[in-house]
């Protein structure tokens, strides 16, 4: 599986692998994750978002299609929102994403596994399809 983040890529073949990839954290203390299957094949395709213990992940099945966003918010305000800062965001600031679709880094990092697993979507977690 490949992942790549804003100035790095990765080839991890197992879990422990996976894991030292996700521990990366870039200079504004955050990250954005986007793994593949392999170098070759772009879909499906996993995106997390990371800024200190908290992620979102975006799940995308096929080209063309928008995706499926894991639902949160445990904990985590009501109405509120989460300002993930990594490089590369837009705007420099951070990116302010609704409490509904953060959830535990530790979490983002159980979806993460399954997918390097099963290359599918996690059934362990609610998604809203978009």
């Not at 445990?74 to 993930?84: S, V």
């Not at 837009?90 to 997918?115: L, S």
Request: glycine share 10%; hydrophobic share 35%.
């Amino acid at each position: 599986m490949r992942v790549d983040e804003f100035t790095r890529s990765w080839q991890v073949t197992n879990a422990k692998e996976l894991a030292a990839a996700l521990t990366s954290r870039d200079e504004k203390g955050g990250a954005l994750f986007f793994m593949t299957p392999d170098d070759d094949q772009q879909y499906p395709s996993l995106a997390i978002r990371v800024t200190k213990d908290f992620a979102d992940v975006h799940y995308f099945p096929f080209d063309g299609h928008p995706g499926f966003r894991c639902l949160g918010g445990a904990g985590l305000p009501k109405d509120g929102w989460t300002n993930f800062a990594y490089q590369g965001c837009d705007p420099g600031t951070g990116e302010e994403t609704p409490n509904e679709f953060v959830i535990p880094f530790a979490t983002a990092c159980e979806i993460a596994e399954e997918f390097h697993r099963s290359g599918q979507r996690s059934n362990a977690v609610e998604w809203l399809e978009l």
